[in-house]
């Protein structure tokens, strides 16, 4: 089964997609997680994703769509991926259907978590992540049981992305409405596409939409 988790920056989409990959044998490919990989590589693309990101605006469509589509054809997506973070303009959704019908895959889901944007800037401004494992926090809304220790590899080192601060978020948010909202047409005119509330708390997002995925 592959899906599309949309949503603006902190809906949820990392946090459903890591808790769906388990239990659906799905794989998370967040364009986010991959480009931070580069900017901590120290490569070119790495170098240049930095500036633009820290900024809060897009990497260019041609850049992410050659990293997906590589990506795609590892072995470990054999059984099904949610794309995280992908596509994220119209022209973007267009070349993945054109990729996706070049490799005789198919779109099975795309689901919209929906939110109100200035929640999002507390949600984002809150967030820490497992330098270690990289399982993801909040300062209010998901605590580790044990403060200062990963419930799930007992690191004590823990890391916060350099774009999640206020005046980044509200880029980020207006680039969101003015290039990834249109998506949600895109897909609803194929009739694909479901809401699901964002806004209600962590686990009832994550049963919502286990009945969508069955
Ligand atoms: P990316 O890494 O994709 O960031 P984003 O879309 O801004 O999304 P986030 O990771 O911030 O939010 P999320 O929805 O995953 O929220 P999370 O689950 O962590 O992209 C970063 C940058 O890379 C972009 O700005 C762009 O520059 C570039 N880029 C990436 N993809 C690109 C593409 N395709 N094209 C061009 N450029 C691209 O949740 C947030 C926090 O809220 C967490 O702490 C969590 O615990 C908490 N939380 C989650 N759900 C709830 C809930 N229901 N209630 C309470 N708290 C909650």
């Known amino acids: 089964m592959n899906l599309i988790i949309l949503g603006p920056p902190g809906a949820g989409k990392g946090t459903q997609s890591k808790r769906l990959e388990d239990k659906f044998s799905m ?20 170098k240049q994703a930095k500036v633009i990101m820290d900024a809060g605006d897009f990497i260019s469509d041609e850049i992410i769509i050659n990293m997906i589509s590589s990506r795609v054809d590892h072995d470990d997506c054999k059984d099904g991926f949610i794309l995280d973070g992908f596509p994220r303009t119209v022209p973007q959704a267009e070349a993945l259907n054109k990729m996706l019908a070049e490799k005789s895959l198919k779109l099975n889901h795309v689901i919209e978590l929906t939110v109100d944007d200035e929640a999002m800037v507390e949600r984002i401004c809150g967030r820490f992540t497992c330098s270690n494992c990289g399982s993801g926090y909040h300062d209010s809304f998901q605590k580790p049981a044990t403060d200062g220790v990963c ?6 080192d823990f890391t916060r992305r350099a774009d999640d601060n206020a ?35 962590i686990d009832d997002v994550t049963q919502k939409l286990e009945n969508i995925l069955g």
């Open 167 to 201: 005046e980044t978020v509200r880029n980020r948010l207006t680039t969101y409405h003015e290039q990834t909202a249109p998506i949600a047409t895109f897909y609803g005119d194929q009739g694909i596409l479901k809401q699901v509330d964002g806004m209600a708390a």
């Open 27 to 46: 794989i998370q490919l967040s364009t986010g997680d991959m480009l931070r990989a580069e900017v901590a590589s120290g490569s070119e693309l790495g």
């Open 151 to 156: 419930d799930s590899c007992g690191s004590t």
